[in-house]
């Protein structure tokens, strides 16, 4: 939103040692923090965080490292209070065959919609950029839901391939799409 900024950082002193923040005109508040349960991941808690990003309407999608539960790996949004599970490691990988075997680096433009990138195991493809449209838009959906929901959406070519995606030895790749419908 405007005025507002997302960021992660390390907390030395409290009961979380992470967190997920947004700051509004120098006024910071926890988004998600470390030990809080991760919803749709069988009790895992989220351990420590990743990519970040907001979009004008002040929804917040981030990725997490979880302990515990079903996925050691997410990608999720907050709209308002809501905590929303949008893919998770062990999930299927649509259009890619096999399952996410690790997730991060999301981004959140102003139409709601989600891309992030993620390494797929036992599929047509070592990895990815994905698109989940907005739970918002589904209020009825699960998680699950959302990513299934959105594989239908990339078999009709809504897939964000490679194009785009900077790949380099030591890092992951990376989405160059900050804002924009993703194509």
């Known amino acids: ?52 990003d907001i979009n004008d309407a002040g929804d917040v999608v981030f990725s997490a490292t979880l302990t515990g539960g079903s996925a050691a790996t997410g990608v999720f949004v907050v709209e308002g209070t809501v905590v929303t599970p949008i893919a998770l490691e062990g999930d299927a990988a649509p259009l890619a065959g096999g399952t996410f075997s690790s997730l991060g680096l999301p981004t959140i433009n102003n139409e709601g919609e989600i891309a992030f990138v993620a390494d797929v195991s036992g599929g047509s493809a070592g990895f990815g950029v994905f698109k989940a449209i907005p739970p918002k838009q589904m209020p009825a959906l699960s998680g699950t839901a959302i990513a299934l929901l959105a594989a239908s959406l990339l078999a009709a070519g809504r897939l964000y391939t490679t194009r785009g995606v900077e790949r380099t030895r030591r890092a992951p790749p990376r989405a160059q799409s900050r804002g924009r419908a993703f194509p």
């Open 1 to 52: 939103a405007s005025g507002q900024v997302v960021f992660r950082a390390a907390i030395d002193a409290g009961t979380a040692s992470a967190g997920v923040f947004v700051d509004t005109n120098g006024t910071d508040a926890a988004v998600v923090l470390a030990g809080q349960t991760a919803p749709g991941t069988g009790g895992a808690t989220y351990a420590s965080f990743g990519g970040s």
